[in-house]
């Protein structure tokens, strides 16, 4: 009877005696990502030197070398030529366009994430606000009952005399008029 391998704990699923047993898919955005490759490629000052390059040489080698070895006629406009670069834009164009679609969704996925940004900080910003008006209202309070020098002088007068009013009383009279007669 054949044993199943054992399963540790310790492995990530997936993983059973050092082998991965599940392949990682293939990404499905790689033609995404040509398309872009290929528009900032053709969107570039080498492309443009190197394609300036392959018309000349190829209009050069169709001029100048012998005429055996020449394969687009001059006496009909480099016909091959005007097709090949036309099937290299009819291309390019659709690749381009690709590219700008992707760029799109990409920016409207970061508008809206910009979006949601500034709403958490608009929040966080009123809540402090809030939280501001509130310490400040507190901190009004609290000042209207601390003690100033001028409130302290009054009520020290005034204790004062009621200590000498009450040291003018005789000391068998009763110092408060709620006490009780003999």
Do not use: H
């Amino acid at each position: 009877m054949a044993r199943a391998p054992k399963v540790s704990l310790e492995d990530p699923r997936g993983r059973r005696a050092g082998v991965l047993t599940r392949t990682p898919a293939p990404s499905r955005d790689r033609f995404g990502r040509f398309t872009e490759w290929v528009a900032r490629a053709m969107g570039t000052p080498t492309f443009l030197l190197i394609l300036s390059l392959f018309c000349v040489g190829w209009i050069m080698w169709n001029t100048i070398a012998p005429e055996a070895w020449r394969f687009d006629s001059q006496t009909y406009g480099f016909t091959v030529l005007t097709l090949v670069l036309s099937l290299q834009a009819s291309y390019a164009a659709p690749l381009i366009l690709l590219a700008q679609n992707r760029q799109d969704d990409r920016d409207r996925v970061q508008i809206e994430q910009d979006r949601q940004r500034a709403e958490r900080n608009m929040a966080d910003t009123e809540y402090l606000a809030r939280e501001v008006v509130a310490l400040r209202m507190a901190l009004s309070d609290v000042s209207e009952q601390v003690l100033t020098r001028d409130v302290l002088r009054q009520e020290l007068k005034a204790l004062l005399e009621e200590v000498s009013a009450s040291s003018a009383t005789p000391s068998g009279a009763a110092a408060t008029p709620d006490a009780p007669a003999r």
